[in-house]
T-cell receptor, first 112, second 115 residues
Framework: DTAVSQTPKYLVTQMGNDKSIKCEQN?????MYWYKQDSKKFLKIMFS???????INETVPNRFSPKSPDKAHLNLHINSLELGDSAVYFC???????????FGPGTRLLVL | AQSVTQPDIHITVSEGASLELRCNYSYGATPYLFWYVQSPGQGLQLLLKYFSGDTLVQGIKGFEAEFKRSQSSFNLRKPSVHWSDAAEYFCAVGAQRGGSYIPTFGRGTSLIVHP
């Protein structure tokens, strides 16, 4: 069983399009995260949700909107995609605090 | 705010040689410290963590790390490297924020293993 899963694994799209990435965890964790990893491997947190409530929003453009329909899911919707959005996006989950983060396999987004 | 420095962008070792990856952190209180490994095309996997207690912690795959408060360091070590250890290694420091725990990652060290 996959603990943290993301779909799709690859996403190639044109500038200006809107796209969504889905994340699901079956670990029963309270907290979920979205990270962006750039081409230099730098991993930066974007959002954190705890029990469906947004607790961290790290200076991310408004074009990015996370949605947590329930504790096990945290989706990321991106409007008006830009070239600079090309990156690998990782979803993760952890027990409330402090806790190990469990990462999904990543979604490789390429904006043309 | 917490921060993490991994001074080595790349490290090259021969298979069978020992390894030490450096990590320095900045945080006002007792830190929660982690090492993660990322194999090519994969997500991050926890190697080991330090919350409290014994400052020498053992992890998976034969890795260990030592917390040195006086040096603000949490270096990762392995006595004998295997070719399969080639990967990206990330040190992270965690702090309580908004009722949860938020880690800050270093920029990573890429480990290259020569046969």
């Amino acid at each position: 069983d996959t603990a943290v899963s993301q779909t799709p694994k690859y996403l190639v799209t044109q500038m200006g399009n809107d796209k969504s990435i889905k994340c699901e965890q079956n670990l029963g964790h309270d907290t979920m995260y979205w990270y962006k990893q750039d081409s230099k491997k730098f991993l930066k947190i974007m959002f954190s949700y705890n029990n469906k409530e947004l607790i961290i929003n790290e200076t991310v453009p408004n074009r990015f909107s996370p949605k947590s329909p329930d504790k096990a899911h945290l989706n990321l919707h991106i409007n008006s995609l830009e070239l600079g959005d090309s990156a690998v996006y990782f979803c993760a989950s952890s027990p409330r605090a402090p806790g190990t983060q469990y990462f999904g396999p990543g979604t490789r987004l390429l904006v043309l | 705010a917490q921060s993490v420095t991994q001074p080595d962008i790349h490290i090259t070792v021969s298979e069978g040689a020992s390894l030490e990856l450096r990590c320095n952190y900045s945080y006002g209180a007792t830190p929660y410290l982690f090492w993660y490994v990322q194999s090519p095309g994969q997500g991050l996997q926890l190697l080991l963590k330090y919350f409290s207690g014994d400052t020498l912690v053992q992890g998976i795959k034969g890795f260990e790390a030592e917390f040195k408060r006086s040096q603000s360091s949490f270096n990762l070590r392995k006595p004998s490297v295997h070719w399969s250890d080639a990967a990206e290694y990330f040190c992270a420091v965690g702090a309580q924020r908004g009722g949860s725990y938020i880690p800050t990652f270093g920029r990573g060290t890429s480990l290259i293993v020569h046969p």
